[in-house]
Antibody, heavy 123, light 107 residues
Framework: EVHLGESGGGVIQPGGSLRLSCAASGFSFSDHDMHWVRQATGKSLEWVAVIGSTGNTFFADSVKGRFTVSRDNGDNTLYLQMNNLRPEDTALYFC?????????????????WGQGTLVTVSS | VSMTQSPVTLSVSPGERVTLSCRAS??????LAWYQQHPGRAPRLLIYAASTRATGVPARFSGSGSGSEYSLTISNLQSEDFAVYYCQQYNRWPPITFGQGTRLDIK
């Protein structure tokens, strides 16, 4: 069974940094694209970033230059490094699996979701 | 690509059939997915490639459409189907984009 477990959320002041982690199990982690998607309370879903199975990365304009995404295939862990945080980054951050080699195939639907970790940016 | 869902809220009775709509600002060439989200829970993939049900999704869920217009139909509504539904395009990216959601309420 696919399991994605996020951690690292918390309350942080504007301008601060936070690193989210996502521990994956139940599937061949290295074969799959991995995404971060966020959701502010009461709002819709907002895609944040993706890292492909080959390590290529793409970001939403709202976080480009401030967030980086990485993965450790040996440890089956996904990371999101968030710098220069803003109040508008406040949201529940989901770690999400995409299909195997989805970026190469143009398949960027999101087939398994973690439960999320809450990030609050406030002074 | 901007995604617009309608209606925003829909009140229906169990056992009924309902159709939710999703319109893209340009053609997304069947690169369209639907998700279900219950309060306090993570979203769940229902449909991808406009009409392909994800693993384990009941047959009462069906997706259709083409170009920039898509729909999700739920037949014989069950109590567990009352949730928020989102559409998402992945034709032109980054970014992949979601609609604002349709909330399905029990009448």
């Amino acid at each position: 069974e696919v399991h994605l477990g996020e951690s690292g959320g918390g309350v942080i002041q504007p301008g601060g940094s936070l690193r989210l982690s996502c521990a994956a199990s139940g599937f061949s982690f290295s074969d799959h694209d991995m995404h971060w998607v966020r959701q502010a309370t009461g709002k819709s879903l907002e895609w944040v970033a993706v890292i492909g199975s080959t390590g290529n990365t793409f970001f939403a304009d709202s976080v480009k230059g401030r967030f980086t995404v990485s993965r450790d295939n040996g440890d089956n862990t996904l990371y999101l490094q968030m710098n220069n945080l803003r109040p508008e980054d406040t949201a529940l951050y989901f770690c999400v699996r995409g299909p195997a080699a989805g970026l190469n195939l143009g398949d960027l639907f999101l087939d398994s979701w973690g439960q999320g970790t809450l990030v609050t940016v406030s002074s | 690509v901007s995604m617009t869902q309608s209606p925003v809220t829909l009140s229906v009775s169990p056992g009924e059939r309902v159709t939710l709509s999703c319109r893209a600002s340009e053609s997304v060439s069947y690169n369209l997915a639907w998700y279900q989200q219950h309060p306090g829970r993570a979203p769940r993939l229902l449909i991808y490639a406009a009409s392909t049900r994800a693993t384990g999704v009941p047959a009462r869920f069906s997706g259709s459409g083409s170009g920039s217009e898509y729909s999700l139909t739920i037949s014989n509504l069950q109590s567990e189907d009352f949730a928020v539904y989102y559409c998402q395009q992945y034709n032109r990216w980054p970014p992949i984009t979601f609609g604002q959601g349709t909330r399905l309420d029990i009448k």
